[in-house]
């Protein structure tokens, strides 16, 4: 008796593209971080900084043409050292755990290489970043409350960040 298979669904896996950030993707990227993080976002000293400097570079992650998940560099100084302070890092629900986070943040550290930097500042889990080359920047003192363990410099050159961290508008 020859045994014949049943078909079987073939499922389409629609590829996740990340891009440089448009500005015709601001309204979406800020809908999916209200969505990520909630308003509790905008007490943070975090937000403060971000919404004084200039964005220097953001990165989109689409699923066809739906937005699913997004990072952002901002225009920043720590004391003498020329930066970018990154985040917020948001990922549609759906679409978490499958290392788009991990994506995002690499293309931010591969733009930032590219832009005569001294390194990369973010506020965020250490044992996340860390995987990435972010070390403590004990030094680096925000202007606000933030939990000091979690403030970490990717360094990019030799200046260390040492001082005050600055939004460049």
């Given at each position: 008796m020859n045994a014949v298979a049943a078909p079987t669904a073939v499922e389409t896996v629609t590829p996740v593209r990340i891009l440089q950030e448009r500005s015709g993707d601001a309204a979406a990227v800020d809908a999916l971080v209200l969505a990520a993080f909630g308003p509790g976002r905008f007490a943070k000293t975090a937000e403060r900084l971000?919404?004084?400097a200039h964005l220097a570079a953001g990165f989109c992650a689409y699923e066809g043409e739906r937005l699913i998940g997004s990072v952002r560099l901002w225009s920043i100084t720590v004391g003498e050292a020329r930066s970018v302070f990154?985040?917020?890092?948001a990922v549609d629900a759906a679409s978490r755990r499958?290392?788009?986070?991990?994506?995002?943040?690499?293309?931010?550290?591969?733009?930032?290489?590219?832009?005569?930097?001294?390194?990369?500042?973010?506020?965020?889990?250490?044992?996340?970043?860390?995987?990435f080359g972010f070390l403590p920047a004990p030094e680096a003192v925000l202007s606000g409350p933030v939990d000091r363990r979690r403030v970490m410099w990717l360094p990019i050159t030799?200046?260390?960040?040492?001082?005050?961290?600055r939004s460049v508008a």
């Open positions: 971000r919404e004084a990154l985040g917020p890092i499958g290392g788009l986070g991990a994506e995002l943040v690499q293309a931010c550290i591969d733009e930032a290489k590219t832009m005569a930097l001294d390194g990369v500042l973010l506020v965020g889990d250490p044992p996340y970043f860390s995987r030799e200046v260390a960040p040492v001082g005050l961290v």
